[in-house]
């Protein structure tokens, strides 16, 4: 059998971390009560959530109260955009406001409730790194906007918006503010203690737990509305039994997050990427889409002069990476997010992502250097 790819595309998943595994599987075997039944089954299954959920919050530096368990990131940012927006009884020609290079998870959200509620849309165009102009997106806000809603790392790019100042002017507006932090949770440091935001999601796979769980972090003071009805779970903010053993998985990752953060790993992790940075611009012409400095540490987005990325990736059997979004792949479309940064069609289709992990090493960048670079000097044209 031959070896398996070097995997080089963790911002479409992450493998689920050992210790998360061995956290998660008592609760499908001796440990599988429901959280609300009141015997012991049940009370050490709701003991088990708190702890996911007091976890969870450690992280993200909020309260256990403010945290809803979800299926995934895209439950949670419907259930944000939509949720507030339904709890400001949505009027026609209510407003929002997002960038040019949301996930389709907040954008499709957005439409929605422009096609079916009559909403009113403005998207922030970004700058050539991919970055929104905090003013921009400041002046974009009306009297009758009901949400502004940005990605915090882009998926694509691993650009990091400058939330900050956009948070604080907006709080001080009494506007909502949603932030999509799926790509950046894990990463790097996220506080909802320190960014104003009124609510924030996160999926599990993304920070080494299962695809099947996400969180979305509300702020207490926020109303939202469900959109699962049913039983008054969640702090009364989703129906449904909650999936505990997925609850612990995620915790358990949040803890391990924490430590990673805490300790050299991002600083190593960046060290790394930009060692393959600077073998791919100076051996195969690269250029980076994205930003130099304000980019997640583990994410590399470049374009290959002369060649198809799709084409470049089959000729590198070695590594396993993506184009674009990883929920796109498989369509040759150039990416949205390049063009709404200004690349041409031809620069964003010879795009390659290249997304590393807390485990991946000085020899597998140097491979995946080499195996990038033969097969653009075999493919390129003259
Ligand atoms: N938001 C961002 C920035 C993402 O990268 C993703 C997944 O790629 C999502 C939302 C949606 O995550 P999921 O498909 O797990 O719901």
Redo the contacts with the bound molecule.
Sequence with gaps: MSASPIYLDF??TTPVDPAVLDAMLPFFRDRFGNPSSSHKYGTAAAEALARARTQVAALLEASPEEIVFTS????S?NLAIKGIAFARRMQAKHHFVMSAVE?P??AEAVRYLEREHDGVVTVVPVEQDGRVDPWRVLAAVRENTALVTL?H???ETGALQPLQQIGEVLRSRGVPFHV?A??SVGKVPVSVSALPCDAL?L?G??LYAP?GV?VLYVRAEVELHPLLHGAPYEGGRRGGTANVPYAVGLGAACELAMGWLKSSGPERQRARRDRLQRALEADAGATLNGPRDERLPNTLNVSFPGVIGNELLDAAPEIAASTG???HAGTHEPSGVLLAMGRSPQEALSAVRLSLGRGTTDKEIDTAAKALTAAWRKLKKP
């Design positions: 911002n479409a995934c990131a895209t439950e940012i996930h998870a907040a990605i790392a882009q998926n999509d799926s790509q999601s999926a796979h993304k695809k996400g979004s990883a929920c």
